[in-house]
């Protein structure tokens, strides 16, 4: 018996602390079109015998996010393939993403779609360090939290 290919889908993003501006509204927006891309292609996806598995996390700490190994937020990792914006400045919200030659301040559903596709066609390759942008590091704790009593840490 043949077993079903998984294609692992992860929505990473840096957790920034709550405003009145709601500084996670643009990542929130960018999920749910991504969620909404993931139900479009999972229909073609089923005819390869392929599910889309789709996981959300948030990174809180420099630690973190370099074990994550992204280097803006939201990251999509689709496979071996990361997307994620161009973050203008260290003081801006405003992303730029790119994709085949576009670049938009959000990504729209069709792009992301193309991301998956792309994405389970990827390659593994080996990943080059990469810095941070600016902007996500001002949101990233610089130690990790050790604050569990479960005694696992």
């Given at each position: 018996?043949?077993?079903k290919k998984v294609?692992?889908?992860e929505?990473?993003q840096?957790?920034?602390?709550?405003n009145?501006n709601?500084s996670?509204?643009?990542?929130d927006t960018?999920?749910?079109?991504?969620v909404?891309a993931?139900q479009?292609?999972?229909?073609?996806?089923?005819?390869l015998d392929c599910e889309?598995?789709?996981k959300?996390?948030s990174?809180?700490?420099?630690?973190?996010?370099e074990?994550?190994q992204?280097i803006a937020?939201p990251t999509?990792?689709?496979g071996?393939?990361?997307?994620?914006p161009?973050?203008?400045?260290?003081?801006?919200?405003?992303?730029?993403w790119t994709w085949?030659?576009?670049t938009?301040?959000e990504?729209?559903?069709?792009m992301l779609?193309?991301?998956?596709?792309?994405g389970?066609?990827?390659?593994?390759?080996e990943l080059?360090?990469k810095e941070m942008?600016?902007y996500?590091l001002q949101y990233?704790?610089?130690?990790?939290?050790?604050n569990?009593?479960?005694?696992?840490?």
């Open positions: 018996m043949e077993t294609l692992k889908v929505f990473i840096v957790e920034m602390p709550s009145e709601n996670c509204s643009a990542c960018v999920q749910g079109k991504l909404s993931i479009e292609v999972q229909k073609l996806f089923d005819n889309i598995f789709f959300s996390t990174v809180k700490t420099i630690e973190e996010a074990k994550a992204i937020s999509i990792r689709v071996n393939l990361d997307f994620y161009n973050h203008a400045t260290s003081k801006s919200e405003k992303r730029e085949n030659g576009l938009t301040s990504p729209t559903k069709e779609m193309e991301v998956l596709l792309k389970y066609f990827e390659p593994k390759k080059e360090k942008s600016a996500i990233l704790n610089k130690e990790k939290v050790t569990s009593d479960c005694g696992c840490s």
